[in-house]
């Protein structure tokens, strides 16, 4: 067997992290027996400083060609308007609609849980977060700037469709892993157009799903209910910003950004996996960025790409080295990024 996959590390730790993660998905495909073709795409702030192009026209379509892509993050103080990372970034999930950003939140340590009365085991659950509308699309426009009289207008724009399918999606998971409940996170009360889509939306999507309870909050609340309760959460959905802001509140949950992983899935097309934090750049090359949700997010995609067997490889390596505190300064270890990385790539291969 032989899997493609596309490799973008990106700026900053991004790039610290995605040489770890591909570490280990080459332990895996050693211990495994499939073979792996990496093809690396150098698409970073750099390479838009040196050239003024962001990502080369026909790149997105190159991507389809691969089983997944992999990407690290992008971000750089020297491009203060992030034009590469909306082109490269935000451009992959809607050139490629990928319309679900699958972001699990799972606590694994009692150790990493930062909540008094709650313990790992309690924080288990998965944001369907819309990945392809909101408020992200780019539509609107800047009127009289830089005067006193300046107008700024950015548009959330929501469709029956878009908003549809990321909340059936939501349902089937829940459906498919035997959760008995949804929960949808929206500002209806006071977004009274595309809220109140979403809103109606879930209540006709929630009737095929007999069995599973359908809970509606609005956002607000449930940025309160998940740090007093999060183990009533199961399964989240709600729109592109709200669920970029909860799932940063998740990775704390989860002992903090660097362990958070996520898939920007497109159910029948290729999919792209990459780890929830940015490419933080007061730590970039300087050998502490935490790979373990860089490497989580590796077993996502081998999970999603078949290699079911390998995904738990990873996914074990990862927790038998925080338990024996073979991690980064972070997550309360003293390793670097590279030995930890080794560690876990030498427990994936079964040394
Ligand atoms: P960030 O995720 O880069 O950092 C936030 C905080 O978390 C920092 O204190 C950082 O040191 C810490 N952190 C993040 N990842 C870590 C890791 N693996 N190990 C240890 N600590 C880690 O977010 P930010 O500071 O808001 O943004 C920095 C840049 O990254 C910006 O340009 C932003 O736009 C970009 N960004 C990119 C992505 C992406 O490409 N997916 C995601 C978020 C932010
Ligand atoms: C994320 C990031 C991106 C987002 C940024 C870099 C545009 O924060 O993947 O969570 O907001 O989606
Ligand atoms: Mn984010």
Redesign the pocket.
């Known amino acids: 067997m032989k899997k493609r996959f596309a490799i973008v590390p ?1 700026d ?3 790039v610290d ?1 995605t040489r770890e993660a591909v570490k280990t998905l080459e332990a895996a495909s050693r211990r495994g027996g499939f073979e792996l073709e990496l093809e690396h795409f150098e698409l970073n702030a750099d390479r838009y400083l040196e050239t003024g192009v962001t990502i080369p026209p026909g790149t997105h379509d190159r991507f389809r060609e691969f089983d997944a892509v992999y ?1 690290g ?4 103080p020297r491009v203060p308007d ?1 034009a590469h ?1 909306r082109d490269i ?1 935000l451009g992959t999930r809607f050139e490629l609609d990928l319309y679900i950003n699958l972001r699990p939140i799972r606590c694994i340590s009692d150790r990493l849980c930062p909540l008094r009365d709650f313990r790992a085991k309690d924080i288990d659950f998965t944001v369907f977060r819309e990945n392809t509308e909101g408020m992200y699309v780019g539509m609107g426009g800047i009127f009289k700037k830089g005067t006193p009289d300046e107008v700024a207008v950015q548009e959330d724009v929501n469709t029956r469709k878009g908003v549809e399918r990321v909340i059936r999606a939501a349902f089937e998971y829940a459906k498919a892993q035997g959760k008995t409940r949804v929960t949808m996170a929206d500002k209806s009360n006071a977004m009274r157009f595309g809220h109140d889509l979403w809103l109606r939306c879930f209540r006709e999507v929630a009737e095929e799903f007999q069995g599973i309870e359908a809970q509606h909050l609005y956002i607000d609340a449930m940025a309160m209910e998940l740090i007093r309760n999060p183990a009533e959460f199961q399964v989240i959905v709600t729109c592109n910003l709200f669920g970029d802001i909860v799932t940063d509140l998740g990775a704390q949950l989860q002992g ?3 362990m958070a992983a996520s898939g920007n899935i497109r159910p029948d097309g290729t999919s792209m996996f ?10 970039a090359g300087k050998d ?4 373990f ?2 490497v989580l997010t590796a077993a996502m995609m081998l999970e999603h790409t078949g290699l079911t067997d390998a995904a738990g490889w990873l996914e074990q390596a990862v927790a038998q080295c925080l338990e024996s505190g073979t991690c ?1 300064e ?1 997550v309360g270890g003293k390793l670097g990024t590279a030995a930890t990385g080794d560690a876990l790539a030498a427990l994936v291969q079964g040394q």
Not at 73 to 76: R, V
Not at 274 to 283: I, K
Not at 288 to 291: G, V
């Open positions: 990106g900053g730790i991004g992290v990407m993050a992008f971000g750089d992030s990372a970034l903090g950004l660097g990459e780890p929830v934090h940015g490419s933080a750049p007061p730590l502490k960025a935490n790979p949700g860089a980064t972070d």
